[in-house]
């Protein structure tokens, strides 16, 4: 096979710089995948746009496996459009804010309801921040902190369940990935695998309520409460609370069972069928992607039922929100497509030996996932987009590390961490927006404000992978926990400001 050198490195070098410049992956993956054919053609445009489509986008659109994940997604995302539509998220969540009695309970309440919408990241902050925002009026917390509270739960816990859109964009990158590389491995397996030192997420989601336990904030969240109750004294919000007050009570009550059953009825589908090949010819990554769609496709038809019965919503018009929730999604699609076809064009150009024969002894392998944490981390803050920074790392890194031989989950990890983190931190990210819409929280407020939470977790990210590296074993999340509860009580007793008196 000839070997490219230098040029081999221009595709994802491309498609990383332009994410950062223009801020659209799908731009960016497009003319890195075409800057590969341009090489692979000798420079020949024409042929270059029709090897692209033939030999890449084509054939791995058409691959049996890729084919699942497009159709699972786009399930996934007509189920979630059923589900916002139907009003049953928001009775899930509005159950969890009866217990509300003080203001350490109503952020509490906030943080559980983030988590029980783990299916949508996006839809989170839609979903918890108008319903909790009165009740954070109520108890004279500001918005700020229900716009971090919201933001933290949102990508963080959609990416440890395996079976929702995260999960499954995941497994599509790792098995592609491995494929390349030459690899025998089922997806869902080494996500498994991968999941203990999913560190920026664990350390992120658990970092509200140790945060919480203390009573304290500090940094810009300290100065933005502060500022919240001298406004609230002098009755700047007076007028918009009522409004809000008496449009969240206008609002028809949904039954908790429309969320309730869907979810019931997924989950027990899922479990049937993994369960039933689990004690028969083992579970295979095909018998995963059946189940998710299978599950996903009962858990709709019973909420379209639902919505019949109980808001007298035609089969047509649910069906109807099916389809337009599978059309939010094509652009995850399209991200895919290009993601698979960027990485077997790495692979023809031999892009990963070339990295590799860079590196070489500069870097310790073990310590490689470090330096792939570091790289996501900053290019997600840059573009704001996770998963585009997961599918051209998992393309061009992957490979390094195998032939390093750094170790692949860790460097999985790496990626997702860094990803994560970037995203979080990022003024650009559709989360970090979104959470500032649903707290309707000033932008750039919010951002500031969950900068200095989110750095601190990301550190001791950075440092969980440097001990993993020396000690790998799942049990460094436990140590790492118990090493950010320490550090969040030394930080607020030096530095932090009491958040909320109660009046």
């Given at each position: 096979m000839e070997s490219y050198g230098f040029l081999s490195v221009i595709p994802p070098a491309l498609s990383v710089c332009l994410a950062i410049y223009t801020r659209n992956i799908i731009i960016s993956l497009t003319a890195g995948a075409l800057s590969g054919t341009l090489i692979l053609t000798d420079f020949n445009p024409f042929f270059a746009i029709i090897t692209l489509l033939e030999d890449h986008v084509f054939v791995q659109v058409s691959s049996s496996s890729n084919t699942q994940v497009i159709l699972i997604t786009l399930c996934i995302g007509g189920f979630v459009r059923m589900l916002e539509k139907s009003g049953g998220a928001k009775a899930f969540s509005s159950v969890i804010v009866k217990f509300v009695s003080n203001p350490v309970r109503g952020q509490l309440a906030a943080w559980v309801s983030g988590l029980s919408v783990f299916f949508t990241d996006t839809g989170n902050s839609l979903i918890v921040g108008p319903l909790f925002k009165p009740v954070f009026r109520e108890l004279e917390i500001c918005r700020e902190k229900l716009a971090y509270i919201i933001d933290t739960t949102a990508a963080p816990v959609s990416i440890l369940v395996p079976f929702v859109g995260w999960g499954v964009y995941i497994m599509s990158l790792i098995e592609n990935s491995y494929s390349d590389i030459g690899i025998e491995g089922e997806p869902f397996a080494v996500l498994l695998s991968v999941w203990p030192y999913q560190f920026y997420?664990?350390?992120?989601?658990?970092?509200?309520?140790?945060?919480?336990?203390?009573?304290?904030?500090?940094?810009?969240?300290?100065?933005?409460?502060?500022?919240?109750?001298?406004?609230?004294?002098?009755?700047?919000?007076?007028?918009?609370?009522?409004?809000?007050?008496t449009e969240a009570n206008s609002k028809e009550e949904t039954k908790l069972i429309v969320v309730a059953l869907p979810f019931l009825i997924m989950l027990a589908t899922l479990g049937f069928i993994l369960i039933y090949f689990g004690m028969t010819e083992g579970v295979k990554s095909v018998h995963v992607n059946a189940g998710i769609c299978t599950a996903y496709i009962f858990a709709s038809l019973a909420c379209a039922y639902l919505m019949k019965q109980y808001k007298n919503i035609t089969f047509n018009t649910s069906l109807d929100q099916f389809f337009k929730g599978m059309g939010d999604l094509i652009s995850v699609c399209c991200i895919l497509a290009l993601a698979w076809s960027l990485s077997s064009i790495c692979k023809e150009l031999q892009t990963g030996e070339y990295l590799a024969t860079l590196v070489g002894n500069r870097i310790d392998p073990i310590f490689f996932p470090v330096v792939v944490f570091l790289i996501g981390a900053v290019m997600s803050f840059a573009t704001g987009s996770s998963y585009g920074t997961f599918a051209i790392l998992m393309a061009t890194t992957l490979p390094v590390a195998h032939i390093l031989d750094a170790s692949l989950v860790l460097t999985i990890a790496a990626i997702l961490s860094g990803g994560l983190f970037g995203d979080h931190t990022s003024p650009i990210s559709d989360t970090t927006v979104l959470a500032s819409m649903g707290s309707s929280c000033p932008h750039i407020d919010h951002v500031t404000t969950q900068f200095y939470y989110a750095a601190l977790t990301g550190l001791l990210t950075m440092i969980a992978f440097i001990i993993v590296a020396l000690y790998p074993s799942p049990t460094v999340i436990i140590i790492m926990l118990a090493v950010q509860y320490i550090v969040i009580r030394a930080v607020m007793r030096f530095f932090g400001k009491i958040s909320v008196v109660e009046r």
């Open positions: 997420a664990f350390l992120a989601l658990l970092s509200v309520p140790m945060i919480l336990s203390t009573g304290k904030d500090f940094g810009p969240m300290a100065d933005a409460q502060k500022i919240y109750m001298k406004d609230l004294d002098e009755g700047v919000f007076d007028v918009e609370f009522l409004n809000a007050e």
